[in-house]
């Protein structure tokens, strides 16, 4: 039996709400001139009045970002973590964040058996497997954490601060990333932009899908977990989180330029720590990072035209053993790259292509 703290005993004794009204992204993540959150629940006790109601696709898979294997390294052993960037006018994101060893703030873990529970829980919304390109609505309390606002437990394993994910029926894939430059995110001092009014810098793309083209490699070592330096011409750096998938496990096949998409976040500071986490890759030369495929956009340029048609009909008859065709032009979704995806890419790609 858990030993519920205060804010628990208080929600226990009062009638559960229904989820109010969705929220806006914008809305929860405003901070004041020193990086402070200004929501009016964000930190505010946990009552039902002050659930926090929020919709948006899913940025990345959860098992790409943090380890949410029981008793994982790390001070707070298994950890689970989504973003989920708001759509339309929405410019904004949130992280929905759960760990495990909550005696670290003064709280109580969660066991082996309960923490299995939430991991099934929100990995399958009623049955569905959440993935990257999901459409969700999230409900749960608030908590500022160094300049951004995650939706979290507030650091207890107490079911009545569970935040909830649900499946909206929904999943348009992921958003087009914004293409922005450091120079957006940096000032010419290599300093971090940051706006309180959050229409432009960092604040600006924070918890968002983002794509920084033409970068290098600066410093740092490659590998699941590790932590990438980038630069451009102009001088300025970023920092690009590798998250945990497999591929980058692998070699890197990158040329000495290349862009790199990911989801611009904030650690650390309350009015800096920009980074970028990346969440895959899938051994290209020019492209670091997931970027939604136009289907029949064979070589990635964001395009599907002549190009596209004339590298397909080449690679025939070897193109359906090779995943780079696998995945682009199995236009008809078969299972397999033959003629009649050849022919369907023929005829569309002068009206959907470029």
Same mark, same amino acid.
């Given at each position: ?6 804010? *628990? ?12 009204? #969705? ?9 004041? #001139? ?29 098992? !790409? ?6 008793? #994982?390294?790390?001070?707070? /052993?298994?950890?689970? +973590? ?6 339309? !006018? ?15 703030? $003064?709280?109580? !873990? ?20 959440? %993935?990257?390109?999901? %459409? ?10 160094? /300049? ?40 010419? #001092? ?10 432009? $810098?960092?604040?600006?793309? +924070?918890?968002?899908? *983002?794509?920084?083209? &033409?970068?290098?490699?600066?410093? $740092?070592?490659?590998?699941? @977990? ?16 590798? /998250? ?5 496990? +692998? ?10 998409? @990911?989801?611009?976040? +904030? ?54 053993? &090779? ?6 032009? !199995? ?24």
């Amino acid at each position: 039996m858990r030993n519920p703290t205060f804010a *628990v005993m208080l929600a226990t004794a009062l009638t559960v709400a229904a989820p109010a009204a #969705a929220e806006t992204h914008r809305q929860v993540q405003a901070v004041d #001139a020193a990086g402070y959150a200004t929501y009016f629940k964000v930190g505010a006790i946990p009552t039902p009045d002050n659930l926090v109601t929020l919709e948006g696709i899913v940025l990345n898979n959860p098992e !790409d970002m943090l380890d949410p294997a029981y008793n #994982a390294p790390g001070w707070m /052993g298994a950890q689970w +973590q989504i973003f989920v960037q708001g759509e339309g !006018d929405d410019h904004a994101g949130t992280a929905v964040w759960i760990g495990q060893k909550y005696s670290r703030m $003064g709280d109580i !873990d969660y066991t082996a058996e309960e923490w299995a529970a939430e991991m099934q829980r929100l990995n399958y919304p009623a049955g569905h497997h959440l %993935r990257m390109g999901d %459409r969700v609505r999230v409900t749960g309390y608030a908590l500022g954490y160094n /300049g951004k606002t995650n939706i979290n437990e507030r650091h207890s394993s107490s079911p009545m601060l569970d935040f909830h994910v649900e499946y909206l029926g929904d999943s348009p894939g992921l958003p087009e990333p914004e293409v922005i430059t450091l120079a957006d995110v940096k000032d010419a #001092a290599n300093l971090d932009i940051f706006d309180p009014t959050r229409l432009t $810098g960092g604040e600006y793309y +924070q918890a968002r899908l *983002v794509r920084i083209n &033409d970068v290098q490699i600066l410093s $740092g070592t490659w590998g699941p @977990g590790q932590t990438l330096t980038v630069t451009d011409t102009t001088g300025r750096t970023l920092p690009v989180v590798l /998250g945990r998938n497999p591929a980058f496990a +692998q070699p890197s096949n990158l040329q000495a330029t290349f862009d790199v998409v @990911g989801i611009f976040n +904030q650690e650390g500071a309350y009015t800096s720590g920009y980074r970028l986490w990346v969440m895959g890759y899938d051994g290209s030369a020019d492209l670091l990072g997931f970027a939604e495929l136009k289907a029949g956009d064979i070589n990635r340029d964001g395009y599907v035209n002549a190009i596209d048609l004339l590298t397909l009909a080449s690679a025939f008859p070897s193109a359906s053993g &090779d995943p780079r065709y696998n995945e682009a032009c !199995d236009l008809n979704n078969d299972g397999a790259v033959n003629a009649i995806d050849l022919l369907m890419l023929a005829h569309d790609w002068p009206r959907t292509g470029s």
